[in-house]
């Protein structure tokens, strides 16, 4: 059996691939996940895969990637970059070897230049929550929506000036308070998201390669709109967009 896992901010994400070739997909919110199946053991924060049913068989191959990859002890278990899994997850999904990789994540984003299905270079923005799926959820509580119901609005946004995470918190709420119609500043709030991002996309456009969407936030259909418009090259989602990273680690071990 071979077992990814992304350590994400926001999620936990696994997939294994069982003895009969069958590929096996679970996501957890990574604050559930470390409550209910990891283990002090003395120093050591070790994974239990009794406690998640995942059947031991032998031999289990084990590769991670994500924020927690250093923090937990995955007897038996390799790490790699996320760069890494994500080219090569992505390259899995698209069956593509030459693209633009913008994954979204929970805390930030990265770009990342694919050449022959591995990272040639890349862009990151500053650890800062303005750039990533947890403004969206930010946001989203603000203006009493859910996150899907926020990812449906795109026309006539208002700009959202603020480009720290509290700040808008504000900004929304004046902008309610003034009565402002909350379906704009939902867009508003989307399209605040995207001109963060375009900055760090542009550099790579020169080769006119397409750009696949990746994370938690590829799911928000006004984001995916907003990017088609600006960008105008051709954007992909693919399937599996969250479980990209945990699919690069099936994929890295069965290139070794």
């Known amino acids: 059996m071979i077992i990814g896992i992304d350590f994400g901010s926001r999620n936990v994400k696994i997939v294994f691939l069982d003895a009969k070739g069958k590929t096996h997909y679970r996501t957890y919110s990574t604050i559930s996940f470390y409550r209910n199946y990891i283990e002090q053991h003395e120093n050591n924060l070790v994974l239990s895969f009794t406690r998640m049913k995942i059947p031991e068989t032998s031999p289990m191959q084990i590769i991670s990637t994500g924020y927690g990859k250093n923090r937990i002890n995955v007897q038996g278990g390799q790490t790699i970059s996320e760069?890494?899994?994500?080219s090569l997850g992505t390259a899995k999904q698209?069956?593509?070897?030459?693209?633009?990789?913008?994954?979204?994540?929970?805390?930030?984003?990265?770009?990342?230049?694919?050449?022959?299905?591995?990272?040639a270079d890349m862009q990151t923005n500053p650890?800062?929550?303005?750039?990533?799926?947890?403004?969206?959820?930010?946001?989203?509580?603000?203006?009493?929506?859910?996150?899907?119901?926020?990812g449906q609005y795109w026309k006539n946004p208002i700009p959202i000036s603020s480009t720290c995470a509290v700040f808008a918190e504000s900004e929304l709420?004046?902008?309610?308070?003034?009565?402002?119609?909350?379906?704009?500043?939902?867009?508003?709030v989307n399209l605040s998201l995207v001109q963060k991002t375009l900055p760090y996309i542009e550099p790579f456009l020169k080769d006119n390669l397409p750009v696949v969407i990746t994370g938690g936030c590829a799911k928000n259909q006004a984001i995916i709109h907003m990017f088609k418009e600006k960008l105008q090259c051709r954007i992909i989602v693919p399937a599996r967009t969250m479980h990209i990273g945990a699919i690069g680690c099936i994929a890295y071990k069965k290139l070794l």
């Open 94 to 119: 698209t069956k593509m070897e030459n693209f633009i990789n913008l994954d979204m994540g929970g805390q930030d984003f990265k770009v990342v230049l694919v050449k022959d299905g591995l990272p």
């Open 173 to 188: 709420v004046a902008l309610l308070s003034r009565g402002m119609p909350r379906e704009r500043i939902a867009a508003g």
């Open 127 to 150: 650890r800062c929550a303005a750039s990533s799926g947890r403004f969206l959820e930010n946001m989203a509580r603000i203006l009493e929506i859910s996150i899907k119901k926020l």
């Open 83 to 86: 760069l890494i899994a994500h």
